[in-house]
C-alpha cells in the first residue's frame, strides 16, 4: 500500500545525520507541528461533536496518503461517504483496491470514533456504486459512549525499520485476530512461504519502480518541502519516509519531482525493500473470497482494526502490497504460498523496541466535506 521505502535514499547524506546534530532543528513537518484548525459549525448538519468524529475518522491510513474520502452532510445524523476519484492512483491501483481499502480503514475509524463520542453509527443495507464511484450512507444515533480508547486512532502509525526477527507466538497472533475481527494469515520468517513472498517483493517493488508512469505517479504525491507539505497536508513527506537530520534537510532543500526518476533514486529504493525484508517476523496476509468493491472495504475496516491495536503489542506493520499490484505476481504467487483465496492486503510485521509517535499528516475536516461551507459536493 505504502511505497515509501525507494526513498531511504542512500544519498550518502543519511550516513552523515549522526554527525550533523546541528541539522535536528531543520526537522520536516509532522502532525504535532499543524495546529488544530477549529471547524466553524456552518452546516446545521454538523456540530463540533460530529467535526470530532470526522477527525479521528481521518486519521485512517490510505495508499500513499492519498486520504481519497469525501463526506457529503445529508440532513441532522445523516452521511454519505464518497470515494474521491480525484485522488486515486490510476497506475499502480487501476482496480481502485488500494482506494477502497483506505475508504474501508476510514469508515471503520467512524463507527470507532462515533462509539467513543456516543454516537451509533448505522450502515444502509448495502455499498452503492454511483457513477463507478463508491459510496456508503451512515445514519448516526445518540448511544451510549463505548470504552474504545481513542489513543488507538491517534497514535496508529506505519512503521518501516528496527523489526526484530524474533517469529510471532500463538498467542500474540490469537489477540490480534481477536481485535481485528477475522483470520490473519502469518507466514513465519524462516518458512519457505515467507521467503518466496519475500523475493517475490523484492522482483514487483524493482517493476514498479522501473515502470515510469507509476514513478511519476508516485512523485506526485511527495511533498519534498515544508511549504508543501503544509500547503497540501497529505501525501508522503521525507520526515513520512524516514530521511530526518541533514539526509532530510537535504531533501528537502534540493529535491523535486525530477529525482524521483533518476536512476539513483531508484537504485536505491530496490537496496532499501531489499533490506527491509531481511527483517521481521515474517508476513501477515488479510484475505476474502472475492475482489468486489465491498470485499476490499471490508478488508480496509480489518485492516484499520488490526493497525489501531499493533502499538499495544509493540508490533510494527508495514504495508508491502506490490505483488498484488504486479503481474505475473498477483496471478500466480498465491497458491505457491497457500492461499486459497485471493490477497487483498500484504503486511511485514516485526515486534519493535521503540514505537515513536505518528507524523503524517491530515487534511483538516473542511477539506473533506466540501458542502461545510455552501460548496457542492
Known amino acids: 500500500m505504502v511505497r515509501r521505502e525507494f526513498i ?13 546534530p546541528l541539522f535536528g532543528g531543520c526537522s520536516g513537518l509532522v502532525r504535532s507541528d ?7 459549525p456552518a452546516n446545521p448538519n454538523l456540530d463540533s461533536r460530529l467535526a470530532e468524529v470526522l477527525r479521528l475518522a481521518s486519521l485512517a491510513p490510505s495508499g500513499h496518503n492519498t486520504q481519497p474520502w469525501r463526506v457529503e452532510l445529508l440532513d441532522e445524523g445523516r452521511l454519505r461517504i464518497h470515494a474521491d476519484a480525484a485522488r486515486s492512483l490510476p497506475v499502480v491501483d487501476p482496480d481502485n483496491r488500494e482506494m477502497l481499502i483506505g475508504l474501508g480503514a476510514f469508515l471503520e475509524s467512524l463507527v470507532l470514533a462515533a462509539g467513543i463520542h456516543g454516537l451509533r453509527a448505522q450502515m444502509e443495507p448495502t455499498l452503492q456504486q454511483a457513477g463507478g464511484i463508491w459510496q456508503q450512507e451512515v445514519v448516526l444515533h445518540n448511544a451510549q459512549p463505548s470504552d474504545y480508547p481513542a489513543q488507538r486512532l491517534e497514535l496508529r502509525r506505519t512503521l518501516r525499520s528496527g523489526f526484530r526477527t524474533q517469529e510471532l507466538s500463538a498467542e500474540l497472533l490469537s489477540k490480534l485476530q481477536r481485535h481485528a475481527g477475522c483470520e490473519i494469515i502469518y507466514l513465519p520468517r524462516n518458512s519457505r512461504e515467507s521467503s518466496l513472498l519475500a523475493e517475490a517483493t523484492i522482483a514487483a517493488f524493482s517493476q514498479q519502480t522501473w515502470n515510469d508512469a507509476a514513478q511519476e505517479e508516485l512523485a506526485s504525491w511527495i511533498r519534498f518541502s515544508n511549504d508543501d507539505a503544509r500547503r497540501h497536508r497529505d501525501g508522503l513527506t ?39 525484508v531481511k527483517e521481521g517476523a515474517g508476513w501477515l496476509i488479510l484475505t476474502d473470497t472475492t475482489h468486489t468493491s465491498d470485499a476490499m472495504v471490508s478488508t480496509g475496516r480489518r485492516f484499520q482494526r488490526l493497525a489501531s491495536c499493533a502499538r499495544e503489542f509493540g508490533l510494527a506493520l508495514h ?10 505476481w498477483k496471478n500466480e504467487l498465491w497458491s505457491q504460498v497457500g492461499l486459497s483465496t485471493p490477497a487483498h492486503l500484504v503486511l511485514r510485521c516485526g515486534l519493535v523496541d521503540q514505537y515513536p509517535p505518528p507524523i503524517s499528516l491530515r487534511r483538516p475536516v473542511a477539506a473533506f466535506v466540501p458542502d461545510l461551507y455552501g460548496l457542492s459536493v
Open 34 to 40: 499543524l495546529e488544530r484548525e477549529p471547524v466553524a
Open 8 to 20: 531511504q535514499l542512500g544519498l550518502g547524506s543519511v550516513a552523515m545525520a549522526a554527525a550533523m
Open 319 to 328: 504495508p508491502m502490497s506490490q505483488t498484488i499490484e504486479e503481474a505475473p
Open 238 to 276: 521525507p520526515a513520512m519516509m524516514g530521511i530526518t537530520g541533514f539526509g532530510g534537510w537535504f531533501v528537502r532543500s534540493f529535491y523535486d519531482r525530477s529525482d524521483v526518476l533518476k536512476k539513483g533514486f531508484r537504485d536505491k529504493g530496490i537496496e532499501g525493500v531489499s533490506q527491509q
